[in-house]
């Protein structure tokens, strides 16, 4: 069942596993960050939850780029596997494993799903004759073929006829079930136009397709053989997608393919994840996958990354990024701006100076070290007072004296009936961020934070509370109605916090520490389990509010305001 956003079965998000004939871009990070924003998300939540990533190693194209720099296949799959790990690290992601699709663990579970679908008829032999994209590592139909000029529709590159003795496995049965599974969303197929894009094509028909490559003189000694005929290797597709369930297929946690399963990928191999793959699980006997999110492509200023143009953002320009703006500014940028839907996005850098200042160093960042820096200076640092969310207390409401303090001044709101509701406001942006994350809209989670981040802006703006500071010890409970008026922005941008966390925990982290919100978690540790789910921390004056004595310090700026005409990171002269 796809989730709605009380969903507590345990989740299971995944990765596509990458080609190791390369390095990692910006591609094959994005796509690991928005499974690590969910996968944090989920964990806030409260639900048990299991992110893989890892490396698709058995390729051609990985043998021969092997080749071309003196190393073995499995030598060069290791560099550039570790490569990816760093990456990986370096991006802060909280994956659970990392599989190698050369590990004993995956090739002795996949030769066995591949032996039971022959024994049972699934995969039989027969001969091929096809046009095969080599940049691609696959077969294209004739019609999509002769749509793309006979070039690969991907890299452009010539197709090549072939012909083969192979292995089948016959998707042709699941046609008519697997058009029901994705029509009724029993596989959630998103965003919605990818989904009739499956649709679309499952009615011009399916065909078996090929599962093996024969053996040829010269051939590498690279892939998994096919069960029980050692002169065909099992193509490098259909055992990659095993992965998936390869490394969760032990009893510790085998309950995550029982619970809710993610698949994420991009939007060029959404026909493997959407109809082969689930059409395997369903001849194995298996749960399919709950969804299958096929996100865009980032382009880069402008233009198409191909190796070509050599314009790929690399590792070591998001490297640069994160020395002068943050991984944390890194993080927010790819994830709030990235292709999550249908539509290609553009790695820009005055993009990302824009949003970087107009998000984080204007507004979430800004309005944290305001309320921390009044909170120090007005109070010591110290909370004294909590609030209902009302503004009252004995002797008067707070947001009266505030106005009064301003009337005073000669000032005055724009509307002086304005009321704020802010456990209200805190708790609907909560559960809109929930119904967002339910739907993977991981860019709707995170305005859910940054809304309340507004809210407390707003209210900053209208109270002006550094106007009502100036008349503390003139104006009767001036300093009550000031701590009511601080504690209720700071305990919001608490639950904000929570909310941004996924996208930026080591920012948000740097906040509790500096608040006192040890309460939450490991203070220590970003990456630490939370003590107790979202529901819970989110209350407004629950038991893991913001409490009277708790310490709260300035803490250092969290994003310092670029100029819009810096350079672009890394592309300085050394
Ligand atoms: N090995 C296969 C996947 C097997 S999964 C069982 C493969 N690998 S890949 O290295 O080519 O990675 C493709 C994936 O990388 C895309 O689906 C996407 O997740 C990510 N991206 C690669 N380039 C990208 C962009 N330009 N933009 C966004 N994501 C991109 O295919």
Not at 383 to 393: A, W
Request: aromatic residues 10%; glycine residues 6%.
């Amino acid at each position: 069942m796809p989730s709605d956003h009380t969903n507590q079965n345990p989740y299971y998000i995944t990765t596509p596993i990458y080609y190791v004939n390369d390095r990692p871009h910006i591609g094959h990070c994005y796509t690991t960050l928005i499974a690590d924003v969910a996968a944090r998300a989920q964990r806030l939540v409260g639900r048990d939850t299991f992110f893989l990533t890892g490396t698709d190693e058995h390729a051609e194209k990985v043998s021969k780029t092997a080749l071309e720099n003196g190393k073995t296949p499995y030598e060069w799959a290791t560099i550039n596997a570790e490569r990816f790990k760093d990456a990986f690290a370096f991006m802060d992601f909280s994956n659970d494993d990392f599989v190698r699709t050369t590990e004993e663990r995956h090739i002795s579970r996949a030769s066995a799903y591949i032996k039971k679908l022959m024994d049972q008829g699934d995969i039989e032999l027969g001969d091929y004759e096809g046009w095969y994209d080599p940049s691609q590592e696959e077969y294209l139909t004739e019609t999509v073929a002769k749509e793309n000029n006979y070039k690969s529709p991907v890299t452009g590159r010539d197709l090549e006829k072939r012909v083969e003795q192979n292995y089948f496995f016959r998707l042709d049965k699941y046609e008519g079930w697997l058009r029901e599974q994705i029509e009724s969303g029993t596989i959630r197929v998103l965003p919605e136009a990818r989904k009739n894009e499956v649709l679309g094509r499952l009615k011009t028909g399916l065909n078996k397709v090929p599962v093996s490559r024969k053996i040829k003189d010269g051939d590498p000694d690279w892939g998994i053989k096919m069960p029980g005929d050692d002169s065909h290797r099992i193509y490098v597709w259909i055992e990659a997608l095993c992965n998936y369930l390869t490394t969760v297929d032990t009893d510790g946690r085998r309950a995550y393919w029982n619970g809710e399963v993610v698949h994420l990928m991009a939007k060029d191999i959404l026909w493997f994840h959407a109809v082969i793959w689930p059409a395997m699980l369903h001849a194995l006997g298996e749960k399919v996958p709950d969804t299958v999110y096929a996100h865009a492509y980032w382009i880069s200023e402008g233009t198409k990354m191909s190796k070509s143009l050599g314009n790929f953002i690399e590792i070591d320009q998001l490297r640069a990024y994160a020395e002068r703006y943050s991984l944390d500014a890194v993080r927010w940028f790819l994830t709030t701006q990235g292709p999550l839907g249908a539509n290609d996005a553009d790695f820009a850098h005055a993009r990302f100076i824009e949003v970087y200042n107009a998000d984080l160093a204007n507004s979430i960042g800004n309005s944290m070290s305001r309320v921390g820096n009044m909170i120090d200076k007005y109070f010591n640092g110290e909370i004294t007072r909590t609030c209902n969310g009302e503004f009252g207390f004995e002797g008067g409401k707070a947001l009266q004296l505030a106005i009064q303090a301003l009337n005073d001044a000669g000032k005055s709101p724009d509307d002086p009936s304005r009321t704020f509701d802010f456990p209200k406001t805190t708790q609907a942006a909560v559960d809109s961020a929930l119904q967002a994350l339910a739907k993977l809209d991981l860019e709707e989670m995170l305005d859910s934070g940054r809304s309340i981040v507004r809210f407390v802006d707003d209210f900053i703006s209208y109270s002006a509370p550094f106007t009502l500071a100036k008349r503390v010890g003139e104006l009767e409970h001036a300093d009550k109605a000031l701590a009511t008026i601080l504690y209720s922005c700071a305990e919001a941008l608490r639950i904000a916090s929570l909310l941004l966390y996924p996208a930026m925990p080591a920012k948000m982290a740097q906040l509790w520490r500096d608040w006192n919100c040890n309460h939450l978690r490991d203070p220590g540790d970003h990456n630490s389990p939370f003590l107790t789910p979202l529901s819970e921390l989110a209350t407004w004056t629950g038991e893991h509010s913001m409490s009277v004595g708790q310490r709260v310090s300035k803490g250092e700026v969290m994003f310092m305001r670029a100029d819009a005409n810096e350079p672009t990171p890394g592309s300085e002269p050394a």
